[in-house]
């Protein structure tokens, strides 16, 4: 028992780092392939 939840402290940990990593990874690309923004002006 003792092992399930420090593995699953480790997921919730790990979740958090990789949803800032995916969000900057998004980012980067959105200014990569459209750097006049994701709504262009007309």
């Known amino acids: 028992m003792g092992e399930d939840s420090a593995l699953k402290l480790h997921l919730m940990e790990n979740a958090a780092h990789m949803r800032l990593f995916t969000m900057g990874l998004i980012l980067l690309l959105v200014l990569r392939f459209s750097p006049r923004?994701?709504?262009?002006?007309?």
Do not use: A, M, N
Request: hydrophobic share 35%; charged share 35%.
């Open 37 to 42: 923004g994701l709504i262009p002006e007309k």
